[in-house]
């Protein structure tokens, strides 16, 4: 491929050099929900219940989110674990020559939070990406208001 990589469109959103004529085209959503893979009352049960919730509230759930949606749960379950045995067990541990050593778990944590939030963002579920949904809402709702005052006075 050669010359510049086209812009994403959430960027020409954010910038406010969208148009909509030249959107690309989104495939059609089958609007099925994907159902929860996790034993109830687990902590990542309740983030799938959570984040599809959420999702369905914008349209934005399909079938095919639900291997994100799954990774995401996961993550955060795994992350959660972790900071509960870091916060029982403290943040270092005496290795076997009596010296400090960081625990494991802190790592673990912290890569599952890192996946957390690249998931989060994939999944539109940051509050920048609803912030851009809002803009390009209210964007689309102006150019209906001043299409309507220029043709119907």
């Not at 609803?130 to 209210?138: E, L, S, V």
């Amino acid at each position: 491929m050669s010359g510049r990589r086209p812009k994403p469109d959430v960027l020409k959103i954010a910038n406010g050099t969208f148009r909509k004529s030249r959107e690309k085209k989104k495939p059609a959503a089958t609007g099925k929900i994907p159902k929860c893979p996790f034993e109830r009352g687990s902590i990542a049960a309740k983030k799938w219940a959570e984040v599809v919730a959420g999702l369905k509230h914008y349209q934005l759930i399909d079938k095919i989110d639900a291997t994100h949606v799954e990774g995401l749960c996961v993550a955060y379950e795994q992350a959660k674990k972790a900071d509960e045995q870091v916060a029982q067990d403290g943040m270092y541990l005496t290795g076997a020559r009596g010296t400090l050593i960081k625990h494991p778990c802190v790592q673990i944590s912290a890569e599952s939070w890192k996946l957390v939030r690249a998931y989060s963002n994939d999944l539109g579920l940051n509050h920048l990406s609803r912030q851009r949904m809002a803009a390009a809402k209210d964007k689309e709702s102006d150019d209906t208001v001043n299409i309507e005052a220029r043709y119907f006075g």
